[in-house]
């Protein structure tokens, strides 16, 4: 009989890594890379704009924004949940106008989680909470793995009818859009794209985060003027500063690419963009799958091409402007 040597799986606590929640967890969560897998997890689309942004007497510890510019809160806490965060998580969301609240602990205890999930049930629908476990693992003395265990999150069915009350009443224009980024949708996360994607709306434009606030990949289904297309949506508070450094690349952006694109055609406007459209019967519903085809590569290929030169983009200046 063949001798299995295993070993020994075993949980691992935050604070043997982390030796203080809010002067080391927090920043650690905060970067780049470690955001990303969180946003992941929650299938939603952020970055962070502050740490430890004061709420009266207390301190938000992450305060993001999703595409649309809107508001994101994620309160950390080391060992199980208690009713002091809870209501903090609240206090938040109310004083900072959040649409979202992400409430991060290494263990939920059964009253906390059926409260979160009482709240998604009965509170606005502009609002939703997720509650989300670390979980910490090791093979005998291997490196720690983390897992993000989203435990409670509104129902798809909730999100997408948030989306629709938001955008206000429903045309048969608008409704088409709806179906059409729906979709879009699909075939983004079908095609993995990216790992999440925002919830389909019955507006001209579906935001796909390029990893930087003040600037996404704002596609468009134009039924009016007959036109889709990929921007790169660039807003005023950056604008000033992140057109012209992407405008000095703007021969080797267009080589990778592959396309000539419109750069600034709108220059009295406040807000900036980059542009590649084309033109598109969107009542020709046959059509769809090769508009959708387009749209889905051009996607990719500006996230390749422009995400990396965003990262980049020095704007030392609006954060001066900020503090």
């Not at 508001?71 to 649409?99: M, P, R, S, W």
């Not at 889709?228 to 012209?244: E, F, H, M, S």
């Not at 592959?258 to 220059?267: A, D, S, T, V």
């Not at 084309?278 to 990719?300: F, G, H, I, K, P």
Request: proline share 4%; with cysteine.
């Amino acid at each position: 009989m063949t001798t299995i040597d295993l070993g020994q799986l075993k949980r691992v606590k935050a604070a043997e890594l982390w030796k203080h929640e809010e002067r080391d967890f927090t920043p650690w969560l905060a970067t780049e890379d470690n955001i990303s897998r969180l946003s992941d997890a929650l299938g939603l689309e952020f970055q962070v704009e502050a740490i430890e942004v004061p709420v009266g007497p207390f301190s938000a510890d992450i305060l993001a924004k999703d595409t649309s510019d809107n508001y994101i809160v994620i309160e950390n806490q080391f060992g199980k949940t208690d009713h002091d965060h809870l209501g903090k998580i609240l206090t938040y969301a109310a004083t900072l106008g959040a649409v979202a609240v992400v409430w991060v602990a290494e263990r939920f205890t059964d009253e906390h989680r059926k409260a979160i999930e009482w709240l998604n049930e009965h509170t606005s629908e502009d609002l939703a909470l997720y509650a989300v476990e670390i979980e910490l693992w090791q093979i005998e003395n291997s490196k720690p793995a983390l897992r993000f265990n989203v435990l409670s999150r509104p129902t798809q069915i909730a999100r997408d009818a948030t989306a629709i009350k938001s955008a206000g009443p429903i045309t048969e224009r608008r409704k088409l859009q709806l179906e059409f980024w729906t979709k879009f949708r699909e075939q983004l996360l079908k095609q993995k794209v990216v790992q999440s994607a925002q919830t389909p709306r019955p507006q001209y434009w579906f935001d796909v985060s390029l990893g930087r606030s003040n600037i996404v990949l704002s596609c468009i289904a134009n039924t009016w003027g007959g036109r889709i297309g990929v921007r790169v949506y660039i807003g005023n508070k950056i604008a000033d500063q992140a057109l012209p450094q992407l405008e000095a690349q703007r021969k080797e952006i267009e080589v990778e690419i592959g396309e000539q694109l419109k750069w600034n055609p709108f220059p009295d406007k406040q807000d900036k963009i980059i542009v590649l459209d084309r033109a598109a019967d969107l009542d020709d519903r046959q059509q769809w799958d090769s508009y959708v085809s387009w749209l889905v590569e051009r996607v990719d290929k500006f996230r390749k091409v422009f995400g990396p030169r965003v990262k980049k983009l020095d704007l030392t200046h609006e954060a001066e402007d900020n503090a």
